[in-house]
């Protein structure tokens, strides 16, 4: 491997593996939700309460008292949920359990005079004890959509509870209710009325206590998250983005996702001697970093190192998202993770590309239609733009983003026009006839005059660019895309630009491997499975987009843990890249300010503009 990155002790890589689950925690986490899940069928079902698992369940915490069922409920879903910050090694978590188990074995004691019963509570407590110093995680940066999730996963699992619990007294149930009566007395009993479906004997009131411990439990969760101080979300200070510039300026040249790491919506890591950093963002419970470590080859496990110390501090799931092959093998090596290909980006060299030859055929008869239909291009940096014209070029891509929400993470800045990133390259095209046609009724400007179209490209190095946001009037005719791509390349050299990052194409190699004579039945599934998903994300048709300009590949990786994190990582990413917004379904006084970052995906909007090009 290039870049003379120093080997690691077999110590120091153990040090530097991720946060594996530990045995003990695993084992008291499985432990409460055992407990947890017989708390809660003591509190369901009648008959359980009176068949042999009765001897065990009577004894549990949170079974005693005048209303054993509704508590057994209550705390069967408590231990559950408290099942899975044990299992993360969370420190408040195991305060909760802490304070849960004692007060279990002293109820257990005055309310049923069980020794058992407490003798069960103790058994679970002294482990959590002996082992305090593995729930040492911290807490994860809060934000207000959790409430919305919790919200829904309780109110499902209390509707299918409750419809248990009114449909598993067939011999007290007076009349033959429907389906949707049960449903409805559930929805009231979840809100403490009484419902449509009537009951012989006590019944009704264990029915009643059930549903409404179990709305209790829903709206008191709910509330607690939403309106809990919120941790401050992952912003850059002017410090960590000056020492981020500093690096970038000396080892900028090694990848073009570099300039991305200055997102102001990103957290840093710094190595012990300020000569690399890894930004990352926490994005439900997965610790994402993007691209290459900045800075100083040699300097990156140290910066590894933190990062990976991080990731244990707080009990998250490390993950990298397109990183290099130099990246990746530097990120397996130090720290035990695995890598997987994620696609290709594309990377025109400037002095080899030409609209000479057949292979460019069709985007050169492109570029020669759109400019005979009267457009214009102009290339320049973003320091030498007017205010008045920063600013339109900033309205306009705002307004033809197509989205309610912008788009990624990983390769994408998140901003136009800053005063720090003056060395980004903007292409524009401008219709120069008056600005009429395009469609309009009456031969109408558009509301940006002859501005259709933008290319936003951020710094790579001191010769390369890679490109940021795609963006162009929907009115305009087909070809912006191509048309401004082409610009940009053949003014490159006015720039001293010699390198063009373009799009990332993911799964590229399966894409282009899959379509050859000689493909073996297992890839050209493979390939009709991504063509079969490209009619939502397109990743046959931004393949074949990036094609165009005859790029060099360069493939990206994610390197995981482990391959059960694989589901996880990627919603994970698709949150991050904006794909999945799940605080947009929050009300508005809900939401965490400042939510609403600009961060828009190349990948992602050039999908939806390739259709009209």
């Not at 009325?193 to 179990?214: I, K, M, Q, R």
């Not at 994402?288 to 470590?293: C, I, K, N, R, V």
């Not at 297992?522 to 397109?538: C, D, H, M, P, Y």
């Amino acid at each position: 491997m290039s870049g003379g990155v120093p080997s690691r002790s077999s110590r120091a890589r153990r040090i530097l593996r991720g946060p594996r689950p530990e045995a003990v925690p695993a084992l008291v986490a499985r432990a409460c939700a055992v407990v947890g899940v017989l708390d809660i069928a003591a509190g369901v079902f009648p008959r359980f309460r009176h068949s042999r698992m009765h001897a065990i369940a009577e004894v549990l915490p949170g079974s005693f008292g005048p209303f054993a069922a509704a508590l057994s409920l209550s705390a069967g879903v408590l231990l559950l949920l408290l099942a899975h910050g044990l299992r993360r090694r969370k420190r408040r978590a195991w305060r909760a359990a802490v304070a849960l188990l004692p007060a279990g074995a002293v109820a257990q004691f005055v309310y049923r005079h069980s020794l058992i019963g407490m003798l069960i509570s103790v058994a679970l407590l002294v482990p959590l004890l002996r082992h305090r110093d593995e729930f040492a995680a911290l807490p994860d940066p809060r934000s207000r959509w959790r409430a919305l999730a919790n919200f829904v996963l309780m109110s499902a699992g209390s509707l299918a509870l409750g419809l248990v619990i009114v449909s598993v007294h067939p011999g007290r149930t007076i009349g033959d209710p429907s389906l949707a009566d049960r449903l409805t007395h559930v929805l009231y009993g979840l809100f403490g009325f009484e419902g449509p479906v009537d009951y012989a004997g006590n019944t009704s009131w264990t029915v009643a206590f059930s549903l409404g411990a179990l709305g209790w439990l829903t709206t008191a969760t709910t509330v607690y998250l939403a309106f809990r101080p919120e941790h401050p979300a992952a912003r850059l200070t002017e410090e960590d983005e000056a020492r981020l510039r500093e690096l970038l300026h000396r080892h900028g040249r090694r990848d073009s996702l570099g300039h991305f790491a200055l997102r102001r919506d990103k957290a840093v890591v710094f190595s012990p001697s300020g000569k690399a950093a890894v930004t990352y963002r926490v994005v439900s419970g997965v610790m994402l970093a993007s691209g290459d470590p900045i800075g100083d080859v040699e300097a990156w496990p140290g910066a590894i190192e933190r990062f990976m110390d991080e990731a244990r501090a707080h009990s998250w799931t490390p993950a990298v998202m397109g990183c290099s092959e130099t990246g990746g093998e530097v990120w397996t090596r130090e720290t035990g993770l695995d890598a997987l290909e994620l696609g290709d980006e594309a990377v025109v060299d400037v002095a080899d590309f030409s609209l000479a030859g057949r292979a460019m055929r069709n985007v050169r008869q492109m570029v020669k239609r759109i400019e005979r239909a009267g457009y214009e291009t102009r290339v320049r940096r973003i320091r030498d733009l007017g205010d008045t014209e920063l600013e339109r070029i900033r309205r306009a891509a705002e307004d033809w983003r197509g989205t309610d929400t912008e788009r990624g993470f990983s390769m994408a800045l998140g901003r136009i026009g800053d005063a720090a990133d003056g060395d980004c390259l903007i292409a524009t095209a401008h219709r120069v006839d008056g600005a009429a046609g395009d469609g309009r009724p009456d031969g109408e400007p558009g509301a940006y005059g002859d501005l259709k179209a933008i290319l936003h490209f951020v710094p790579w190095g001191e010769d390369g660019v890679s490109l940021d946001l795609m963006r162009r009037d929907r009115s305009a005719d087909p070809g912006m895309n191509e048309l401004l791509i082409v610009a940009a390349l053949q003014a490159a050299p006015k720039f001293g630009v010699t390198r063009v990052s373009l799009n990332f194409a993911m799964f590229r190699s399966a894409l282009a491997r899959g379509e050859k004579i000689g493909a073996g039945p297992v890839l050209r599934a493979w390939r009709g499975l991504l063509v079969f998903l490209s009619r939502w994300f397109q990743i046959e048709s931004l393949y074949k987009f990036n094609a165009k300009f005859q790029p060099r590949w360069e493939p990206r990786f994610v390197v995981y843990r482990a391959s059960a994190d694989l589901p996880r990582i990627g919603f994970a990413a698709m949150q991050a890249e904006g794909f999945v917004d799940l605080a947009l379904a929050l009300p508005r006084f809900l939401r965490r300010r400042g939510a609403a970052v600009e961060r828009p995906c190349p990948h992602a909007v050039a999908e939806r503009d390739v259709r009209a090009a």
